[in-house]
């Protein structure tokens, strides 16, 4: 059978997923659920071939799914700060030492003496393997958890998230929008002044420089406050609905009680003792809050100008990171041998598979989600060519 020509090829690969557009593109919170889902999975495991296989799946999918936007360049940048938590715990563990003990001598460094309440802290002395390793270890999971985040901050749009909140949450939203589109703006502007002083052949560099150019830029910035504001008030910011005072205290309750349990089921999540009641009350802490945005929402007075649609596209890739999340849970009290290998001790760890198949659901949404379109790209001045001008008719 002879094979399809090649334009007919990216038609079959985009069966399982469309290309992406405005009306179905995947909703934001879809991919944080997701990546927060893999988070948990990291949290829970200290082995790092099952954290080094959650980074990969992350990555692939990231690669796979990531736009040209410059929010989605900051992938980099966070695999970048997870290389240095590593070090930062790998230094750590050498210089001011480890709970851990061992019997793998590595290096003996020279130990300060400290006071007599500075007990139990040390600076030098004995540097063992074991130690090491688990500092190693820790090191690892925490990047994992920081890959995790980024994975999520380069595929969901800042500014669409922060658009689909409720309405309780509508000025924390524009804050939050207005201090991060402040920091690209500035930056734009002192490559733009400093541009243009090269250009009159004068120095953008030293005190004298910044500060030539840093007034400016502070004008800049200025002026753009107040046009944000008067823009701001002439589209009625700040308007509040009429809401009774019990409703209010309704939703305040709500709320702060919803917070509190949040943070303590997740809290009960993350360690090895507080699983059993970690996950209920989680939940009802998430429905409280839930209803205290809901009822906080009536005090806000907006229309939201074409919705993101939570679509079954959405409901696959949220899923796949709650099944992570789940089935590591679940293993992580059944195989806690193979998901938390000891030092002490020192021992190779190895892949256990049922985890390792858990983990590989989180590779879904590289095929359910909607893909990308192609960046275009700059053609240089060098291949560009002229276009042809008509011939000029002679005359006399």
Known sequence: MADPAPEDRPARRLRLAPQAHRSNALHPGAWWLWALGLATAASRTTNPLLIGLLIGVAG???????????????????VKL???????????????????????????LPEVPLPDWAQGVRIGGRVTAEGVVFALYDGVRLAGLLICVGAANALASPARLLKSLPGALYEVGVAVVVAMTFA???????????????LRGRPDKGVRGLLQVGLPVLEGALERSVALAAAMDAR???RTAAVPARVRRTTAVL???????????????????????????LGVGLAAALGGLWLGGRRSVRSRY????????????????????????????????????????????TLPLLPAAA????LLPAFVAPVPPPAEAPVSARSAKPPRMP???KTS
């Open 255 to 281: 709320t702060l009680g919803g917070l509190m349990g949040v943070c303590a089921g997740t809290y009960g999540l993350l360690t090895a003792d507080g699983t059993t009641y970690g996950l209920p009350v």
């Open 184 to 198: 690209p703006n500035l930056i734009a502007d002192v490559q733009r002044l400093r541009a243009a002083r090269r």
């Open 60 to 78: 692939y999918v990231v690669a796979a799914r990531r736009t040209s936007a410059p929010w989605a360049r900051s992938y980099g940048a966070f």
């Open 359 to 362: 983990i590989l659901i989180g």
């Open 82 to 108: 997870a290389l240095v938590v590593i070090g930062i715990r790998l230094v750590f563990a050498i210089v001011l030492g480890s709970p851990i003990p061992g019997t793998h001598l590595i290096v003996t």
């Open 306 to 349: 074409r919705p993101d649609r939570w679509g079954l596209r959405a409901w696959l890739v949220a899923g796949s990171g709650a099944a992570v999340a789940t089935l590591m849970i679940a293993a992580s009290s059944s195989a806690s041998d193979a998901l938390n290998p000891g030092v002490v001790p020192l021992v190779a760890p």
């Open 391 to 393: 011939a000029k008719e």
């Open 236 to 238: 009625g910011f700040g």
